[in-house]
């Protein structure tokens, strides 16, 4: 029985990892792709995101949503980790998939209704623009998503700020509504994600898979390591996005604990920040999880089969 995913996403390095863990795993049906400006701007991440369902030979209909956060002109994009096009170092086909006409948060929405309540995970791996837009616009989405598991936030130590993660920081409004709405929420945050260091032993099992999407993988780990090398010093980058994806499929692989999460959108040092109380035990009735551990080998071994079965 395939769990059905919808992927909000901002492609870039790690998004499109998620992608090829997505499509690439038995256990999903991936029933959707939308984008979100982020790491680029919407323009560029939506273009990626198409080409890379073509390269994976992906049937999931794409829809481009918001240019910008809901209460700002102009995402923080991200050019010295993901470069330029968003996908620097990476070869893509010309052309992508069709793009589906309507507006990301109408896609999402109808998405959900159309199908089984309760059957659809929303995976977000961007900011939380366009999931917020379907709350705002679609309330009765809330009782119908199975889970919402968002790479995102960050119990301990920010990386935009000393407390602030990208995905929240570049759009606290929107995490706002998406933490309080009232579905499961299991937060894939920093904590986790920095346990999933693609290191010169992942990179080389990803070269020798003999596929195009392990030739994506490879050149996506290759390109993320050199930016990450050039702007943060580090020789294995943190492969954010396909955590949130992995929980989905093996939540053993994710491990979280409920925990009250609130997210900061005032503070002068602390906009953006994803408040977890641990003081006492959570209350019953929490919504919130936090994931923070990872088994590694499993992640690497669930991401590099993918790879291996796709196209
Ligand atoms: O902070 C890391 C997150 O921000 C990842 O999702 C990365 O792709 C960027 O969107
Ligand atoms: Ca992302």
Redesign the pocket.
Known sequence: MTQAVLIDC?P????AAALILAAGSPALELVGVTTVA??QTLEKVTGNARRILKLLGSRAPVAAGARSPLLSDAPRV?PEI?GESGLDGVELPEEGVPLDPRPAARFIAETILEREPGSVTLIP???LTNIAAAVLSEPRIVSRVREVVL??GAVHAG??GPFS???IANDPEAADIVFRAGWPVVMVG?DL?RQARADEAVRRRARSIPTRAGRLLAEVLEAFTGTYRRARGYDAPPL??PCAVARVIAPETVRARPVPIAVECAGRWTRGMTVCDFRREPPADVRTQAALELDAPAFWDLLMDAAARLP
Do not use: I, R
């Not at 870039?12 to 998004?15: L, M, Q, W």
């Open positions: 901002d870039g390095y790690d998004d982020g790491n991200c993901h791996t961007g900011p790479m995102g990386n935009v993660e990208f995905n920093l994600t954010h996005d």
